[in-house]
Structures are given as structure tokens and as C-alpha cells.
């Protein structure tokens, strides 16, 4: 794996301060900043109320985050993979974290994905749980007496474990046909999903035997119809997911 040097890291730039790309974001309550797809794969990635558990090993969280990172600068077309990734829009991410990213990209232009997804992962999930924190979808709980700090939901509407469930019980609906997905949205919905086959996470969700099945097959399916960036993204997580042979928490 080529090393990411600070020095390709030392570009800047400035993300744009308006409101979340259309194919990233997702609906929000009143008065709340739409959450982006790393987002909504952190926030299904964990349960809890007054303190955030992950469902499955930090590892494979980071892993997932890391990948929704990348997969929403593809749909907002702020990158391209052919086959190393590399800038190509404007330069203008809709917030700090996703801006952070694009910057490393243009430092360093010539990695491939794989080199990207490992980079990312070790502080991918504290990255977006902190995202999350600034837009008051998250709070910090302080540590208590026996254990360290957390953070727990704010409530609001937003549901993303249910989201993935209701992806997985309408799959012919989620994406019908078996052609190439096109529809900015509808790709962001199945990354969603296929990142949360990948690392464990739907497994997890408390679907019945069955639909677990169906799912991890439907997502296989999934990946294999989303564009070649999109597609290389999940794949590299997958990969690595099987390559750290982590068994998910129970």
C-alpha cells in the first residue's frame, strides 16, 4: 500500500457553506442539517439511546465510514476512479469533513482505492461521529466510573437502521430492474446498504434468518449494478473487511 505523506496532505482549499449535495443527503427534521451518507452508515452502525454501542467491531465501523466518505465525493462527482482516484469537480464539498477528504485527494492524486479506504479507516468513524456531533445529532456523554467518554442520540427522525432494514424488505422497489444504476439518490441509498452488508452491520439489524440471507445476496447484486467508482469503493471495503477476519459483536 503507498503511504500518504503530510507533505501530499499540505494543499488547501475551502468547502462551499451551503447546504448538502442532493445525492448525499438526506432528509432532516425541522431545522436540521440533512445527514450525508457516512452519516446514516455511523448512525447504523451503532445502537443505544443514552450511549452509542457499535453493532459490529470499531474496525469494521471504520472500515464502513471510510467508505461512505469517498462514496459521497463520487456521487457529488468532486472525484473520479480510473482506476486511481482523482479530483474532478469543482472543488466545493458541502461540509468541513467531506472538504478535509478532497484535499488529501488533490495532494495526492495517483492512490488507488484500496490505498484510499485503508488510509481513511483508522480515524474515518471519530471524523463523521464528530460531523455528527457539530450538527447536533450527537452529544458527548462524559465519562463515568467505569467507563470512558461516549456520546448518545439527540432525538430527532432521522433512522437510518431502519432505513437499511426497509432497503433490504423492499429490495425490488429500492432498485428495480437489473440494469446499471443511474439515479444519484438511488445509488446513495444502495451504497448505504451494500457498506452495511459489507461490514456486518445488516446482519445485525434483527432481521429475520431469512431476510438476513436475501440481503447479504441482494447487496451482491447491488454492488455489481452501481457505476465503476461506487462499485470499486464498496468492493475495496468488503475487501478488507474479509481481510481482517474481525468476527462482528454480537
Given amino acids: 500500500?503507498?503511504?500518504i505523506t503530510s507533505a501530499e496532505r499540505s494543499r488547501t482549499g475551502a468547502p462551499r457553506t451551503a447546504g448538502c449535495g442532493p445525492a448525499t443527503a438526506h432528509r432532516a427534521g425541522p431545522g436540521r442539517i440533512p445527514l450525508r451518507l457516512a452519516d446514516r452508515y455511523f448512525l447504523a452502525a451503532h445502537t443505544g439511546t443514552d450511549r452509542l454501542v457499535p453493532r459490529v467491531d470499531p474496525a469494521l465501523v471504520a472500515l464502513g465510514c471510510a467508505g461512505g466518505l469517498l462514496a459521497e465525493l463520487l456521487l457529488e462527482d468532486e472525484i473520479g476512479v480510473d482506476p486511481a482516484v482523482h479530483p474532478r469537480?469543482?472543488?466545493m464539498p458541502p461540509d468541513f469533513l467531506?472538504?478535509?477528504v478532497l484535499r488529501e485527494v488533490r495532494a495526492a492524486?495517483?492512490?488507488d482505492v484500496r490505498t484510499w479506504v485503508r488510509h481513511l479507516a483508522p480515524g474515518a468513524a471519530q471524523k463523521v461521529r464528530a460531523r455528527l456531533t457539530i450538527i447536533d445529532v450527537l452529544r458527548e456523554v462524559p465519562p463515568g466510573r467505569f467507563r470512558g467518554a461516549g456520546c448518545r442520540r439527540v432525538p430527532g427522525p432521522d433512522r437510518p437502521a431502519d432505513d437499511v432494514r426497509e432497503l433490504f424488505r423492499r429490495a425490488e422497489t429500492?432498485?428495480?430492474?437489473?440494469?446499471?444504476?443511474?439515479?444519484?439518490?438511488?445509488?446513495?441509498?444502495?451504497?448505504l446498504a451494500v457498506l452495511a452488508a459489507a461490514t456486518g452491520v445488516a446482519?445485525?439489524?434483527?432481521?429475520?434468518?431469512a431476510e438476513a440471507r436475501a440481503a447479504a445476496g441482494r447487496a451482491e447484486q447491488w454492488r455489481d449494478r452501481l457505476p465503476a467508482g461506487l462499485r470499486a469503493v464498496v468492493g475495496e471495503v468488503a475487501a478488507?473487511?474479509?481481510q481482517c477476519a474481525l468476527t462482528p459483536r454480537r
Wanted: aromatic share 2%; hydrophobic share 40%.
Fill in 98 to 100: 467531506a472538504w478535509s
Fill in 109 to 111: 492524486p495517483d492512490h
Fill in 174 to 191: 429500492t432498485a428495480p430492474g437489473t440494469g446499471m444504476i443511474t439515479v444519484p439518490a438511488v445509488q446513495a441509498e444502495v451504497c
Fill in 1 to 3: 500500500m503507498s503511504p
Fill in 89 to 91: 469537480g469543482p472543488g
Fill in 203 to 209: 446482519a445485525r439489524l434483527g432481521l429475520p434468518r
Fill in 240 to 242: 478488507a473487511q474479509a
